[in-house]
């Protein structure tokens, strides 16, 4: 049994007696209020909010900054100090150690079984499926088949993403001493979902570091906010940019515009190095598409990744270019 399974609710409380001076007895019982609380409890009663992960992120420091101004407070480094640092110290181990366990979890969810992060199916909104750590971050499959919960193992997204992946290492390949930095677009990007499982899946397994630019003229700060929060657990110096406007509008400043086929310094310096777009519909996919031929002209190593019901039968296609 490891520490966590172990530890028992009142494990860490420092006793408040005579040998306390009053100058810290408030930080002291502010101490054993949340060193004896669950996390689910914390949350419900405390300004702490979201998943148990989140609330580790916020949690730990606070803690810290807590056992910082206790100390600081105690002259001399006697039994009182020790009882006190003692306490502190097991809690924020304790504390360390599950939100490490998260993290794990939370990384081979994404990266092996993402399906495993969704929520149950929703009776009211069947096309949306929320993930369990984050309300504000979901994946829309308003296509019939792109749901990652029918055969989560063989589900079109997964081999989507398998095989943009693929082509990713093939045309923007780096070194080991070189990490490769890539710009990455999603027209419609929605939910972010399918985005954090990209970023999951080229972080964490191949090494890439990733600048994102989230394309939708519908997005939610909080969606925005907690897709960095996450993004950020597999690399720290992720960054993204926020575009609310259409995909054919965003693409239209990377179009050539005159016989020699150039655009403008801006332009190219924002050019993005891989641009993906689910589940857009067919007619916004094909003028799409007729946008990314020109700019392939000026940028041919630009990876354009598609996926979309096509035909009467409404087949579910993969165009990777």
């Known amino acids: ?3 966590l399974e172990s530890s028992t609710i009142n494990s860490f409380q420092i006793p408040v007696d005579d040998t306390v001076p009053n100058e810290i007895k408030r930080e002291i019982h502010i101490f054993n209020f949340f060193s004896s609380k669950k996390i689910k409890d914390t949350k419900s009663e405390t300004k702490f909010g979201g998943s148990n992960l989140k609330v580790l992120t916020v949690y730990i420091p606070f803690i810290s ?24 110290k097991s809690f924020l181990d304790f504390l360390n150690e599950k939100k490490e366990r998260k993290v794990r979890n939370f990384k081979k969810k994404v990266v092996e079984s993402s399906h495993l992060l969704l929520a149950t199916e929703p009776k009211k909104f069947p096309q949306l499926l929320k993930m369990k750590q984050s309300t504000s971050i979901w994946e829309c499959h308003c296509v019939e088949g792109l749901s990652r919960l029918h055969c989560p193992q063989e589900s079109r997204r997964s081999e989507f993403e398998t095989l943009v992946i693929k082509k990713i290492q093939k045309r923007l390949p780096f070194t080991d001493i070189q990490k490769r930095t890539i710009h990455i677009a999603s027209i419609g990007a929605g939910g972010c979902f399918q985005e954090l499982i990209f970023h999951g899946r080229l972080s964490e397994t191949k090494g890439y570091q990733i600048h ?26 992720t960054s ?79 165009k990777i270019q």
């Open 1 to 3: 049994m490891n520490k």
């Open 65 to 88: 900054r807590l056992h910082g101004n206790v100390l600081s407070k105690i002259k001399e480094k006697g039994e009182l100090y020790s009882k006190i640092e003692c306490g502190f």
């Open 212 to 237: 994102w630019t989230l394309i939708d003229k519908d997005s939610y700060s909080e969606t925005l906010t907690d897709f960095l929060f996450f993004a950020k657990i597999f690399d720290p110096n």
């Open 240 to 318: 993204f940019l926020s575009v609310k406007q259409t995909g054919e509008n965003y693409l239209k400043k990377f179009v050539p515009h005159d016989e020699n086929g150039a655009i403008s310094l801006e332009s190219q310096l924002e050019l993005p190095d891989v641009i993906l777009s689910v589940d857009l519909g067919h007619g916004a996919s094909s003028k799409i598409r007729e946008l990314i031929s020109k700019i392939k002209k000026v940028s041919p190593l630009l990876i354009y990744a598609e996926m979309d019901k096509v035909g009467i039968e409404g087949r579910i296609e993969i």
